[in-house]
């Protein structure tokens, strides 16, 4: 009886070392900002987040690449990871999430901001990552019609020297419309803190609009500084 109390113990004092943990991390990350990056394929997100990392220095995190960085490494997480992937799984949101975490911890010494492209993809993740990382500043929503979409995610598929089986109009909607089901939760969940901006136009006048956003997330960061 006595040792299960001191195992329950240590398994507590354990889980507290790590929360405490998380929170200093995300107290750290705080200072930053963090903007995430919302959209549909094809929405031009990419394009806005090249011109964001020119403008502002801010590092780029996307959990695709996190994860295709990650297998190409070799380490027993790639590998496992490969695994999951190559058997048609989905990878855990723990594992995505851990990826992020060590990323951020990784750039946070010389980073100005972070803009975390393409997550969260529904709101359970959006809610885990403001607990175990830090809460986002912003979250822009660059939204696209769906034939919009369906259109640039076709002529893309055309251009591309390596065709794929998925790359038809019917599986694309398929996904869209799975996609924006799942967007529109985030939405209302964070509808204080995104910004939608018509991913129609220009580049450079969406760009605009990205801009002013940006800005007055570095100015509350600034003020809020002064003030502490």
């Known amino acids: 009886m006595l040792f299960m109390c001191h195992q329950m113990s240590m398994k507590k004092e354990a889980q ?50 996190l994860l295709r960085n990650e297998v190409e490494s070799g380490s027993d997480k790639g590998r496992a990871l490969q695994a999951v992937m190559a058997s048609g799984g989905l990878v855990s949101n723990d594992e995505v999430l851990s990826l992020l975490n060590d990323a951020i911890g990784r750039a946070r010494g010389g980073a100005k901001g972070f803009l975390i492209d393409g997550y969260p993809r529904e709101k359970n993740q959006g809610i885990a990552f403001e607990t175990r990382v830090a ?77 002013q956003a940006i800005d007055c997330v570095l100015r509350n960061k ?5 003030l502490c």
Request: glycine share 6%; hydrophobic share 40%; charged share 30%.
């Open 222 to 226: 600034q003020k809020a500084a002064a």
């Open 135 to 211: 809460p986002a500043d912003l979250a822009l929503y660059f939204e696209c019609s769906e034939d919009t979409m369906v259109k640039r995610i076709m002529a893309r598929a055309a251009a591309a020297a390596v065709k794929r089986a998925d790359d038809n109009e019917a599986t694309i909607r398929s996904r869209l419309r799975t996609f924006a089901e799942n967007t529109h939760a985030i939405l209302e969940q964070y509808n204080d803190k995104t910004l939608t901006i018509n991913a129609e136009r220009d580049v450079d006048d969406i760009f605009l609009e990205v801009v």
């Open 16 to 65: 507290e070392k790590l929360k405490a943990e998380e929170l200093r991390k995300a107290r750290a990350a705080s200072d930053i900002p963090i903007i995430w990056i919302l959209g549909g394929p094809g929405c031009g997100k990419g394009t806005q987040c090249a011109k964001i990392v020119e403008k502002y220095g801010f590092t780029h995190l996307s959990t695709g690449d």
